[in-house]
């Protein structure tokens, strides 16, 4: 599988979860791929040596920090913007402080990044947001700031690709529903409910997300752009 010789790949959150699926599966087919972490070294460090790829400590709140890496990060063939975090809860007892650096993280970051990484992508790239199936559904109370910062990703996706369209570079979004993590596992206390809304009852898994990520990425999705790729067990159906 060499898909992706030759082809420079960055991850943005590639230490855990998704984005160590991502990184693992890029490298798999052949890319030179580098990725990001903001808490987890350790985790970060042992995937860069099982791998070969290269861990860099860029937190995605830090929006110069995020367009600085882009840019020294040379042309890249591929950028996946993966970091995400969730602050769920009620809306009226919520730290406004830690809202606003779920959107620096969730919104700000994967915008900033494609831009940058745009400016100097070749014909052919690839930009891919992981957003979530709750860009499109939201069937429970505590998730709006969540929710409303992948629903953005929809609207970066459809705009960035007219954008870029013209230079031969896509953008999409791929919306996972519940897949199994250190931020949902499959063996946690929402299990129930989260099956209710399923018409496959299971967690789906990081290396599943990843595929949907390199079809994206490979020479087959070349006309695909501005669109959501939803992989959820037809939470959203
Ligand atoms: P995890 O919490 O398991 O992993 C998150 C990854 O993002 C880690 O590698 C983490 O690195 C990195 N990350 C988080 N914050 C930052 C930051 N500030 N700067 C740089 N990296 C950061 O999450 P998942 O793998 O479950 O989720 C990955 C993406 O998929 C997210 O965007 C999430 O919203 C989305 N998603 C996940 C779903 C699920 O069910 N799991 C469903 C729908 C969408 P570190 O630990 O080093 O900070």
Redesign the pocket.
């Known amino acids: 599988m060499a898909t992706f010789q030759g082809k420079s790949v960055l991850v943005?959150?590639?230490?855990?979860?998704?984005?160590?699926a991502i990184v693992r599966r890029f490298v798999a087919d052949g890319a030179t791929v580098t990725f990001?972490?903001?808490?987890?070294?350790e985790?970060?460090e042992q995937l860069a040596s099982e791998t070969g790829s290269t861990a860099i400590m860029?937190?995605?709140?830090d929006r110069n920090a995020v367009i600085a890496l882009v840019r020294e990060s040379g042309p890249l063939d591929v950028l996946v913007v993966?970091?995400?975090?969730?602050v769920f809860g009620d809306p009226l007892e919520q730290d406004p402080d830690a809202i606003d650096r779920l959107f620096q993280?969730?919104i700000h970051?994967p915008y900033h990044a494609s831009v940058e990484a745009a400016r100097r992508m070749p014909k052919g790239g690839r930009i891919i947001v992981?957003?979530?199936?709750?860009g499109e559904r939201i069937p429970m109370a505590g998730l709006a700031s969540?929710a409303l910062s992948?629903s953005a990703m929809q609207g970066l996706a459809r705009g960035l690709a007219r954008d870029f369209g013209p230079r031969g570079i896509t953008v999409n979004v791929v919306?996972?529903?519940?897949?199994?993590?250190?931020?949902?596992p499959a063996d946690g206390p929402m299990q129930e409910l989260l099956y209710g809304f399923m018409a496959i009852k299971r967690?789906?898994r990081?290396e599943e997300?990843a595929g949907m990520v390199a079809w994206l990425a490979g020479p087959e999705a070349d006309f695909v752009t501005g669109a959501m790729h939803t992989i959820d067990g037809a939470f959203s159906a």
């Open positions: 943005l959150g590639g230490s855990r979860g998704i984005g160590a990001t972490y903001a808490a987890s070294r985790a970060a860029t937190d995605s709140a993966n970091a995400g975090i969730g993280i969730n970051a992981i957003g979530s199936v709750n969540y992948k919306q996972p529903g519940p897949i199994d993590t250190d931020a949902t967690y789906g990081p997300v």
